[in-house]
């Protein structure tokens, strides 16, 4: 059964670094595209980049390049969301996802909560 | 890179059709095939109704189909269902290798 299965819920300050998880199992990791997408409280979903864990090509979307960082570890078939210093504006869902042109797997989210 | 374009809201009693559009430019929807659509219940994970524009996954109801005619692509529910309530999405691949989803669509049976 394929599975993602992303760490728990986050509260952090602004200012403060932040790097969530989401473990692929019950398929090739490592031949499969992850994705990341945020969803805002009360807003849609947001495209954020996308990585091939087989060579860690990653791609961003304009509107998150430079503000996130996209990576994987192949060996333990995870992959991550990471940021270097926190906005009370990342306050979001974040969810993980198998795919390159289509979504078919979902992790169940990452609530982050970022408040001074 | 701006959303596709759906509308706020679609509504409709039990049993009947609706159709929810999703517009983009040359440069995502019109320019490639990859367009696909997601069923978003609040609180749960979004889930894959039909991708590469008409298939449908495998578990997905009959009663969902996709079409495309240039930029424009929708999504019809046919025999609405209380079930069916939800959140859609639409997403294409882009021509800068990226992907962008829509603005969102609330369906609500009446």
């Known amino acids: 059964e394929v599975q993602l299965v992303q760490s728990g819920a986050e509260v952090k300050k602004p200012g403060e670094s932040l790097k969530i998880s989401c473990e692929g199992s019950?398929?090739?990791?490592?031949?499969?595209?992850i994705g990341w997408v945020r969803q805002m409280p009360g807003k849609g979903l947001e495209w954020m980049g996308i990585i091939y864990p087989g060579d860690s090509d990653t791609r961003y979307s304009p509107s998150f390049q430079g503000q996130v960082t996209i990576s994987a570890d192949k060996s333990i078939s995870t992959a991550y969301l990471q940021w270097s210093s926190l906005k009370a504006s990342d306050t979001a869902m974040y969810y993980c996802t198998r795919g390159y042109s289509y979504f078919d797997y979902w992790g169940q989210g990452t609530l982050v909560t970022v408040s001074s | 890179q701006s959303a596709l374009t759906q509308p706020a809201s679609v509504s409709g009693s039990p049993g009947q059709s609706i159709t929810i559009s999703c517009t983009g430019t040359?440069?995502?929807?019109?320019?490639?095939?990859?367009v696909s659509w997601y069923q978003h219940h609040p609180g749960k994970a979004p889930k894959l109704m039909i991708y590469?524009?008409?298939s449908r996954p495998s578990g997905v109801s009959n009663r969902f189909s996709g079409s495309k005619s240039g930029n424009t692509a929708s999504l019809t529910i046919s025999g609405l269902q209380a079930e069916d309530e939800a959140d859609y999405y639409c997403s294409s691949y882009t021509s800068s290798s990226t992907r962008v989803f829509g603005t969102g669509t609330k369906v609500t049976v009446l």
């Open positions: 590469d524009v008409t």
């Open positions: 019950g398929y090739s990791f490592t031949s499969n595209y």
């Open positions: 040359s440069s995502d929807v019109g320019g490639y095939k990859y």
